[in-house]
């Protein structure tokens, strides 16, 4: 019922910005919880960071402080603003949507909708 498509991944160096979008299309109401998740290679995915339809929001404490969470609801919109950014930042990025309370909200498999992710590469 929920599309999610991610845009926004590049290449950049370390201490860089980059901004990530999450176009959410479909059933949208029933987007509770929105996250953004990464993967590297060879690596579990991880919770980024994640906020509900209060705009609570919880993060990684890797990326605490770097990184901020954030919606457009008029716009159905999600974003993600990366700054400060190192090279074990470099993975996949993920767009992830629950229509309920997501607990714990950094487990994958506890949200039902996912877009097709964004590449990140940061270079040292």
């Known amino acids: 019922q929920v599309q999610l498509v991610e845009s926004g991944g590049g290449s950049v160096q370390a201490g860089g910005s980059l901004r990530l979008s999450c176009a959410a299309s479909?059933?949208?109401?029933?987007?509770?919880?929105m996250a953004w998740f990464r993967q590297a290679p060879g690596k579990e995915r991880e919770g980024v960071a994640s906020i509900d339809i209060s705009g609570s929001t919880r993060y990684a404490e890797s990326v605490r402080g770097r990184f901020t969470i954030s919606k457009d609801n008029a716009e159905n919109t999600l974003y993600l603003q990366m700054s400060s950014l190192k090279p074990v930042d470099t993975a996949t990025y993920y767009c992830?949507?629950?229509?309920?309370?997501?607990?714990?909200?950094?487990?994958?498999?506890?949200?039902?909708?996912w877009g097709q992710g964004t590449q990140v590469t940061v270079s040292s």
């Open positions: 479909g059933y949208t109401d029933s987007n509770y919880c």
């Open positions: 992830a949507a629950n229509g309920g309370w997501v607990v714990p909200w950094d487990w994958a498999d506890n949200y039902r909708s």
